[in-house]
């Protein structure tokens, strides 16, 4: 939608799972919206794992 569109907060789940795939533990972020994005450091002389982190902001959370 490009960035003239105003952010619309939404319920974001989150899920910790073991090897299989199954859950261990859910988290709920109620009204959750994002207030950064970041992504680590690329080099193609080193075989390295890229991470993408994304900060939120939520009206609360609740833990199942």
């Given at each position: 939608?490009?960035l ?19 859950p ?17 450091e ?23």
């Amino acid at each position: 939608g490009g960035l003239n569109n105003p952010i619309q907060p939404q319920n974001i789940t989150v899920q910790l799972l073991d090897q299989e795939g199954n859950p261990l533990s859910t988290w709920a972020f109620i009204n959750a919206y994002p207030t950064k994005w970041e992504i680590s450091e690329m080099n193609a002389q080193k075989s390295e794992i890229m991470i993408e982190t994304i900060t939120f902001k939520y009206a609360y959370f609740k833990k199942n």
